[in-house]
């Protein structure tokens, strides 16, 4: 594995004579990314010029630009972003040795229009002085014994059409559709806020059971983060839900390169260096993620919450069903 990296440099070291440049639009919010971009620009001699902005105004600037869009690489959060870019055109496949074999299969799209870089797992967290049997798994969030307990954020967000999508895929439609209304039902105030909101919320009394992606704990547990207490275990038990099931619900931050990339070249060099142990490791220490190349360090606080199996249902698959899941949110009335 540390044999493929030292390729991926001495490819892109070969390009850093020519003075490239990469334009790169990205909807990661995370001010960690830097040393991602930074240590790259060191190694290849390549500029990244960022682009930020959310990724649906990215998706509509790459469309408005067609042909002549400066995007080289698009990146983001959300495997239904990436697929969505996919559908309208706005990715090409890539042919690459290094990701093939370092990103597993279910992480990436059978067409080679994106790749995820980092994962992370959607997870229970709940209030230990209140709740003495926490659900085991996603099916266990509508049970009427939970009435009044759970908070999830809003179903315009991409992680709560995701996580139903998800359980399209692996329930079927009607079953969901039940779930969905199920959740509403147990819902202990109406959806707001982010994924740290609703550990707040634990913290508060509000609610006594919490979706979140891992990330927004571990970060908890390394730093500080307002209005949890200093050490966020206090308190707060978490359970990786469908343990001997479909496992932990899964998602992806990830990218592809973009249609028209004027320095596609430069644009395969960086995705492959962002699969190298180095970014992965980054990934995982700058924003407590999860590694998509196996064998990569985890950081500590992410090592803090244990082992878990993870859903390895194809993503690709599940991002299809966003759609049916916003029919679904619509019609149990999950705001
Ligand atoms: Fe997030």
């Keep these: 594995m540390t044999a493929l990296l030292g390729t991926t440099i001495a490819v892109s070291a070969a390009t850093a004579a020519q003075a490239q440049e990469l334009n790169l639009y990205s909807s990661r919010h995370y001010d960690t990314d830097e040393r991602l971009y930074s240590d790259f620009t060191d190694a290849t001699g390549i500029t990244i010029n960022r682009i930020e902005g959310n990724a649906d105004e990215l998706i509509a600037r790459m469309e408005a630009e067609g042909a002549n869009s400066p995007a080289d690489v698009f990146l983001t959060v959300d495997t239904s972003r990436l697929q969505r870019a996919a559908d309208l055109g706005l990715l090409q496949p890539v042919e690459s040795d290094v990701l093939a074999e370092r990103i597993p299969e279910n992480l990436r799209d059978d067409d080679n229009l994106w790749f995820g870089f980092s994962q992370r797992a959607r997870i229970i967290f709940y209030d230990t002085a209140d709740v003495e049997t926490p659900p085991q798994t996603y099916v266990d969030l509508a049970d009427p014994a939970y009435e009044g307990m759970v908070c999830h954020r809003s179903s315009t967000n991409v992680y709560s059409q995701t996580l139903l999508s998800a359980v399209i895929e692996n329930f079927g439609e009607e079953s969901a559709r039940e779930w969905a209304a199920g959740v509403v039902n147990n819902f202990a105030r109406d959806p707001q806020g982010g994924d740290t909101d609703q550990l707040r919320g634990l913290v508060s009394g509000e609610c006594d059971i919490a979706i979140s992606n891992t990330y927004y704990f571990a970060r908890a547990i390394r730093t500080e983060v307002d209005g949890l207490p ?22 992806l931050s990830g990218g592809g390169v973009a249609a028209n990339a004027p320095n596609a070249e430069a644009a395969v060099a960086f995705m492959e260096y962002l699969a190298s142990d180095q970014a992965q490791q980054y990934f995982s220490a700058g924003n407590d993620e999860y590694p998509v190349v196996e064998g990569v360090e985890i950081a500590p606080s992410v090592q803090e919450l244990g082992e878990f199996e993870g859903d390895d249902v194809d993503l690709a698959a599940v991002a299809e069903n966003v759609p049916l899941a916003q029919e679904i949110f619509n019609e149990v009335g999950w705001e």
Aim: glycine residues 18%; charged residues 20%.
């Design 230 to 251: 200093e050490d966020a275990r206090a308190n707060i038990g978490w359970v990786f839900p469908d343990q001997g099931g479909n496992g932990a619900h899964v998602n």
